[in-house]
């Protein structure tokens, strides 16, 4: 995928939380290998567990199962005072890759994607046109998830898909292939 | 557009941000023995600042937070921004 012009592709359904916490952080370090004190903006991804911090006591959690995520981080988290709400079904994503990846998303997203404002292991919530979603860059390649709301994502992938035919031209490129 | 300084995220699109107007406006403390100038002043009445005023933005596509920015109200180049802490934090 990383030769593709570009390729829009939804992704496997996940679970998610949404994770609010006003404790120090950085004495709790790590909850159900999910790592919280990593920089506000940034993803941190342990095996088959993401945790993405959206702001100071904000974070999303994402991995296969729901059951063991909301065990392993209770059971961290303990008595201290927090939410841990399932936004597993809430949600959905597409994942953005190629080439063309950035150029696609910013047809709608006024972030700065050069790769020295928005390198591996950046998240944001953020917007794309009028939807809101969170734009997470797990590694190096050219490979964007766009987490939306359940009730946008054809909204999502069809304003995607408008601006990707402006380079579908290029080698390798396809939509929802 | 406006690029707002959310003390959080660093200069991001006004897109992203919901203006909540001038800051440091305290609530009466005691609404019901406030008179009706009193709290149509705490409501309604605003300085109109001509130059650097302090106002307060949501990001609320973003960290989704509130926060406090000085602002010159004649050529839009914004001064500093703070983050509100809590009052148990103090201010
Ligand atoms: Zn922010």
Same mark, same amino acid.
């Given at each position: 995928?990383?030769?593709?012009?570009?390729?829009?592709?939804?992704?496997?359904?996940?679970?998610?939380?949404?994770?609010?916490?006003?404790?120090?952080?950085?004495?709790?370090?790590?909850?159900?290998?999910?790592?919280?004190?990593?920089?506000?903006?940034?993803?941190?991804? $342990? /095996?088959?567990?993401?945790?993405?911090? @959206? #702001?100071?006591?904000?974070?999303? =959690?994402?991995? &296969?199962? *729901?059951?063991?995520?909301?065990?392993?981080?209770?059971?961290?988290?303990?008595?201290?005072?927090?939410?841990?709400?399932?936004?597993?079904?809430?949600?959905?994503?597409?994942?953005?890759?190629?080439?063309?990846?950035?150029?696609?998303?910013?047809?709608?997203?006024?972030?700065?994607?050069?790769?020295?404002?928005?390198? $591996? /292991?950046?998240?944001?919530?953020?917007? @794309? #046109?009028?939807?809101?979603?969170? =734009?997470?860059? &797990?590694? *190096?390649?050219?490979?964007?998830?766009?987490?939306?709301?359940?009730?946008?994502?054809?909204?999502?992938?069809?304003?995607?898909?408008?601006?990707?035919?402006?380079?579908?031209?290029?080698?390798?490129?396809?939509?929802?292939? | 557009?406006?690029?707002?300084?959310?003390?959080?995220?660093?200069?991001?699109?006004?897109?992203?941000?919901?203006?909540?107007?001038?800051?440091?406006?305290?609530?009466?403390?005691?609404?019901?023995?406030?008179?009706?100038?009193?709290?149509?002043?705490?409501?309604?009445?605003?300085?109109?600042?001509?130059?650097?005023?302090?106002?307060?933005?949501?990001?609320?596509?973003?960290?989704?937070?509130?926060?406090?920015?000085?602002?010159?109200?004649?050529?839009?180049?914004?001064v500093t921004a703070d983050q509100i802490r809590?009052?148990?934090?103090?201010?």
């Amino acid at each position: 995928m990383g030769e593709a012009g570009i390729a829009i592709l939804p992704l496997a359904p996940s679970a998610r939380f949404s994770l609010r916490l006003a404790a120090a952080v950085v004495e709790i370090g790590e909850a159900g290998g999910f790592w919280l004190d990593i920089p506000i903006n940034t993803c941190h991804v $342990a /095996g088959e567990r993401m945790t993405v911090r @959206l #702001g100071p006591n904000e974070w999303l =959690l994402f991995g &296969p199962q *729901a059951d063991a995520i909301r065990h392993d981080v209770a059971a961290t988290l303990g008595d201290r005072f927090f939410s841990l709400v399932d936004v597993g079904d809430r949600d959905l994503a597409f994942a953005v890759a190629g080439i063309h990846a950035r150029d696609v998303i910013n047809g709608g997203c006024p972030l700065d994607l050069d790769d020295i404002v928005f390198p $591996a /292991g950046s998240a944001s919530r953020t917007l @794309l #046109g009028k939807a809101q979603i969170v =734009l997470i860059r &797990p590694g *190096a390649e050219r490979l964007y998830r766009i987490e939306c709301g359940r009730s946008f994502a054809l909204y999502v992938r069809a304003y995607l898909e408008n601006i990707a035919h402006e380079f579908l031209r290029s080698p390798g490129s396809g939509i929802l292939a | 557009m406006l690029l707002i300084p959310c003390p959080h995220c660093g200069p991001r699109s006004e897109l992203e941000f919901h203006c909540g107007g001038e800051a440091h406006i305290a609530r009466p403390t005691n609404p019901a023995a406030t008179g009706d100038q009193r709290w149509a002043e705490y409501l309604f009445y605003r300085s109109n600042t001509k130059g650097v005023h302090a106002e307060r933005w949501l990001h609320v596509h973003g960290c989704g937070r509130w926060f406090n920015v000085r602002r010159d109200t004649i050529s839009d180049r914004f001064v500093t921004a703070d983050q509100i802490r809590s009052a148990e934090e103090g201010s």
